[in-house]
């Protein structure tokens, strides 16, 4: 794919990952050939004379590794088919419920073990506690693959019944807010970057899960910043509104470890969740801030 794009971006666009893993693997194809295999020229890459003579090999290679993966039957109707899936609230609530119930529709018999994540470590994968993790902070390793779902903002959630937004950075920072301490390790407030902001917000309050958020809000001028889309799950009886301030956007990333790329069940899995995740920005652009209708 490299050879065609002639860039990694492109790549790793194309093939549907980030650009970390095309790199990994990458270093990893140097490193067993001893060869550069693409050297920079101007605003793209060169391959060499090695990468050039390996093309029609690899691909005959990867063709005849399809047709064995073709002839191999998979039906997930005939399967019993059993995930751990490691997930903060928000991931798990908005993807995995509808995911389990149009399997059940379809007369396939799913099990899915949902646990927290936290911010996740290498561990959580090398060491098979989980079969897919889903996070805004993927762990970065050349054995494991990432690949993004969806991205969008964080934003301010609070009770409109007892305060306004924060209209100014000042007011953001002085307000009393509530944050999410994962009894894993790691806070939801690492999601939040950005250039004006040069110190977190001190908590007044730190729960262990997103759902704990809404009881401690309601009836208080406390303020707690999240992910968006949240609107749709744990928060969705708070109002929502804009940071004060500019912020990267936030993406929430598929990753899993590359021993289980070519298992039919868990490529059905991936499929399903990407299938789901992509229909979460057209929901999104649908609904306005709760807050325009206060």
Known sequence: MILEESSVSLAAERLEVTQST?????????????DPLFVRSGQGLTPTETALSLKMPVL???????????????????????FVVAANDMQRDLIFPRLLHQAWQGDIDLTLELRPSGVPTVGFLRD???????TPLPPDASDLIQQKLFSGKMKIFYDPAQRDAPKTLKDYLNADHVAVHFALGGSSDEA??????????KAKVSVSNFA?????????DLITTQFEYMQHTSLSTLAMADLPFRAEPVSIFMVW??????????????????????????????????????
Do not use: Y
């Open 22 to 34: 095309v790199s990994h693997s990458l270093n990893k194809l140097r490193k067993i050939l001893g």
């Open 60 to 82: 005959d290679v990867l063709n005849r590794l399809q047709a064995l993966t073709d002839l191999r039957p998979f039906d997930p109707r005939s399967e019993q088919m059993q």
């Open 128 to 134: 098979a506690r989980c079969d897919l993790l889903l």
């Open 192 to 201: 939040i970057v950005s250039p004006e902001l040069t110190t977190q917000p």
């Open 212 to 220: 704990g958020i809404p009881p401690f809000l309601i009836g208080t």
């Open 257 to 294: 470890h590359q021993r289980s790329t070519n298992d039919p069940a868990h490529r059905w899995l991936r499929e399903q969740v990407r299938e789901i995740s992509q229909s979460q920005p057209q929901r999104q652009g649908k609904i306005n801030d709760r807050a325009d209708l206060n």
